[in-house]
């Protein structure tokens, strides 16, 4: 089969004469080819990173959203990881701008954490913009999906540092946002700075990339084939209890079993009776479908999203037949990764707040996010120190 590019060289070189022209059909006709299908092409000389193309970080992306809305799986391992890490909501220490800043109308960051650290887990990154009120130079932060950011550019000499970012609009040219930490190494000051940046948060990030990656991604192909495996048991089972009547009638005429057919065009109810005599048999025909036991492919699987995860498979409501004292030793690496977890996003939130009190206009300030501790020894510990010190206020309040 010729290629279409063929076909249309030779009709334009037919019907335009002259060299120049047939050498202008071939430029362009050899560009054209050559920008159909960019995931099909890779460059030869590799670019000394490990960064990731966008249509491959896009296709990641929108796998990764979609099992979260359909399969129950992927969708309770994001929020197992929110659970964990924000459990009953963070605590806010530092100055009074630092509160207000949390509590703002514009902001109520004790919800809209929950929200973040889906996406941060889901999509491996976060996209934060930062608006600021001239009037008083407080900030108020919108989230932007990671799927949108298509482009994030960064200084030549360091990867690490980023100046802008490109966001995917119902416009053909897009949106910029401007990097904050971009803004504060330029040394303007808060009121010179724009109103608008965005700052960028990534997990999961290999060393010299930039993107940051979903911890879905290694048990998406494994969700997707238990998924494929879920329905095709369901099939199986479901044609397994299919059957159709057959009716056997001997030495009939045509026209006879065209009467019987028309007599029988509606199917018995179940539990009705049927009299014949004995020329006229009835017999239920099912599906002879030799289906096995699957039991042990169907956790085999659950083993690899649960390893993928970094989850034991009592966390996804297996009991697999361990005593409490297994379960505890099994969890331990995944309290671990959760606690470790639970780090990064109170660093990433500190980091947030610091940003805007510089945009205020105020000097770095010492803020500290804390949670509910994963571990139920140090949770037990922060109980006790609390009330300890709920005491000696109670006590210092006390007047004789």
């Not at 000389?45 to 490990?50: F, H, L, N, R």
């Not at 609009?169 to 401007?178: A, F, K």
């Not at 724009?194 to 990030?205: E, F, G, L, S, T």
């Not at 409501?317 to 409490?324: D, M, Y």
């Amino acid at each position: 089969m010729r290629h279409p590019g063929d076909r249309l060289r030779q009709w334009l070189a037919q019907h335009l004469a002259g060299p120049s022209i047939n050498a202008l059909v071939e430029e362009q006709v050899r560009n054209a080819l050559q920008a159909v299908d960019d995931e099909s092409w890779r460059q030869i000389a590799p670019q000394g990173d490990t960064a990731r193309p966008w249509h491959t970080v896009r296709s990641l992306l929108e796998r990764a959203n979609e099992a979260c809305d359909s399969n129950p799986l992927a969708s309770r391992l994001i929020s197992m990881t929110t659970d964990f890490v924000i459990g009953t909501g963070a605590t806010l220490e530092g100055p009074r701008w630092a509160h207000s800043f949390w509590q703002h109308p514009m902001n109520r960051l004790d919800e809209r954490i929950y929200g973040w650290c889906d996406e941060l887990s889901r999509s491996g990154e976060l996209f934060l913009v930062l608006s600021r009120n001239p009037a008083d130079g407080m900030s108020y932060v919108r989230e932007i999906p990671a799927l949108q950011i298509d482009v994030i550019e960064t200084a030549p000499d360091d990867r690490e540092f980023e100046l802008r970012y490109h966001e995917l609009t119902g416009e053909i040219e897009g949106r910029w946002w401007l990097s904050a930490r971009a803004i504060e190494a330029e040394g303007r000051l808060a009121a010179e700075g724009p109103d608008q940046v965005m700052v960028h948060y990534a997990i999961n990030r290999p060393p010299g990339a930039v993107r940051g990656r979903s911890d879905l991604a290694a048990t998406l192909p494994w969700l997707e084939r238990y998924e494929t495996w879920l329905e095709d048991r369901v099939r199986i089972n479901r044609g397994k209890s299919a059957f159709l009547w057959h009716v056997g009638i001997e030495g009939a005429q045509p026209s006879q079993l065209e009467a019987k057919r028309h007599q029988y065009s509606r199917v018995p109810r179940p539990g009705s009776i049927i009299i014949s005599d004995s020329s006229e048999r009835w017999e239920a025909v099912s599906p002879q479908i030799n289906a096995d036991d699957a039991e042990a492919d169907g956790r085999a699987l659950r083993l690899m999203i649960a390893a993928g995860a970094g989850v034991p498979l009592h966390y996804l409501g297996e009991g697999e037949g361990a005593n409490r004292a297994t379960a505890r030793e099994m969890a331990a690496p995944t309290l671990r990764r959760f606690a470790h977890r639970q780090f990064l996003f109170a660093n990433l939130l500190g980091d947030l707040i610091r940003t805007a009190s510089r945009r205020a206009g105020h000097d770095d300030m010492e803020v500290m996010v804390r949670f509910e501790p994963v571990w139920l020894e140090e949770r037990h510990t922060e109980e006790n120190r609390y009330r300890q010190t709920y005491t000696h206020r109670q006590e210092g309040n006390h007047v004789d």
